[in-house]
């Protein structure tokens, strides 16, 4: 165990690594998850090769980092699929695209709750033990038909960050399902803003007490209930 660091499965160009940026500046290590990783290893960076496609590669990530550094204090769960089906049909998708957004959108996360959890119980207690799942507005809004599979597994991952509250909260651990808004509560659309992530997903970190696990925010303002 060589101090505390977060995990940010699904860390592309835009949240994953501005909320890398941010614990970095803050005196965390950094270990990152994608399909092109398995780059350097440095003494604060880690990068592991994972296809989310395939639930089971989620333990092998967290296997690396556990041999490498130990468990992760943070994890930030970022990754989402979508194959686009037609507007006017939502079970317009095979059922193999179905199944290949769905192990991303909400088995690996599954997965990676269990490997948290499993992880947690190996951590000094004063380390935080924080876990994000970047949502949007999906499953709140009904279905999209076009957008089907991101919208099942956002639902069902919102879901899968409450029964984790209800089931961990007691012994210190907090899970969000964050959710970046506009101002007047309508969803930001394609363009998250990756800078406003990562100062909520950083306050999250830090603060000792669960907050609402919906986290819906607006950007320079923080939680904002809708
Ligand atoms: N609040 C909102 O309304 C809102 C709006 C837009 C987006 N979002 C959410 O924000 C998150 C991503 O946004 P972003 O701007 O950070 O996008 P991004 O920079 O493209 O990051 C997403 C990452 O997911 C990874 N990913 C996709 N499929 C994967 C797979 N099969 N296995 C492993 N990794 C996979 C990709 O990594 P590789 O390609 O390198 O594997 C990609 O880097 C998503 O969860 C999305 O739903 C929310």
Known sequence: MTGKFIFILGAGPNIGQHVAKKFAANGYKIAVSSRSGGSPVSEEYL??????????TVASAFKQLRDTWGDPSIVVYNAAAVHFGHADDAFSLSLGNFQEDLS??????????QESVKGWK???????????YTGNMLNVSGARPAMLTLGVGKTAGAHLIDGAVKSYGS????????DERNPNGSPVGSSPDAKAHAEAYFQLAEDP????????????????KF
């Not at 990068?47 to 089971?56: E, G, N, R």
């Not at 991303?104 to 709750?113: D, F, P, R």
């Open 209 to 224: 007490e669960q907050r609402p696990w919906d986290y819906t925010f607006v950007k320079f303002k923080g939680f904002t």
């Open 104 to 113: 991303v959108n909400v088995s690996s996360l599954y997965a990676a709750i």
């Open 122 to 132: 190996n951590l000094p207690e004063a380390f935080p033990k924080v876990f994000i």
């Open 171 to 178: 012994h210190g651990y907090r899970f969000y399902y964050a």
């Open 47 to 56: 990068s592991v090769k994972a296809d989310l496609t395939d639930p089971t």
